[in-house]
């Protein structure tokens, strides 16, 4: 049960990101991504979303970087053509734990069936769905992994993909 509550907390902190990042969006431009993040095509492979992601908080949070932590699962899949907009890491008790934000111009509806669809796939028992508009998550288990994923509808039409782990 030591692990939930650590879970929890990381949860709590990425749902005042959450918040703190809609007050800080100012819509202005967003921040260089670091060379090393996740390549940005849009979802056949062929385009760059730069132009068409939506902007990302202009100021992060203490200990946050636009990219996805080293502490990120391999286990959990990154929505494609997606951009990081906002990750953190951290080892807690040796378990490793990470919150990330993605951005993409696709619908909550159309993220939620991808993450729904492939962690089915890869083995994952998914503990909890809700699957409506405007409240697109998943809580998902794979042996020693939990994640959590939340598709909220951003205001230009695409989706923030907020990702919790702890494997």
């Known amino acids: 049960m030591h692990r939930s509550r650590k879970f929890s907390s990381l949860a709590a902190v990425l749902a005042m990101t959450c918040v703190f990042t809609v007050a800080c969006d100012s819509g202005t431009q967003e921040p260089a ?8 095509t849009s979802d056949d492979g062929t385009g760059s979303l730069d132009d068409a992601a939506p902007p990302s908080p202009t100021e992060l949070p203490e200990g946050s ?4 932590p080293g502490e990120f699962p391999d286990e959990v899949p990154i929505y494609p053509g997606s951009l990081p907009a906002q990750g953190k890491g951290l080892v807690s008790d040796g378990v490793p ?3 990330v934000q993605l951005k993409t111009t696709d619908s909550p509806k159309k993220v939620y069936d991808f993450y729904l669809d492939k962690l ?3 083995g994952w028992t998914i503990e909890e769905r809700e699957g409506l508009e405007g409240k697109n998550a998943i809580s998902a288990t794979n042996g020693k992994c939990t994640a959590t994923v939340l598709a909220a509808p951003s205001e230009d039409g695409g989706s923030s993909i907020f990702l919790l782990t702890e494997c």
């Open 97 to 99: 734990m990470a919150a």
């Open 33 to 40: 991504a670091p060379a090393d993040s996740v390549p940005a």
């Open 65 to 68: 970087a636009a990219a996805i």
């Open 120 to 122: 089915m796939r890869e």
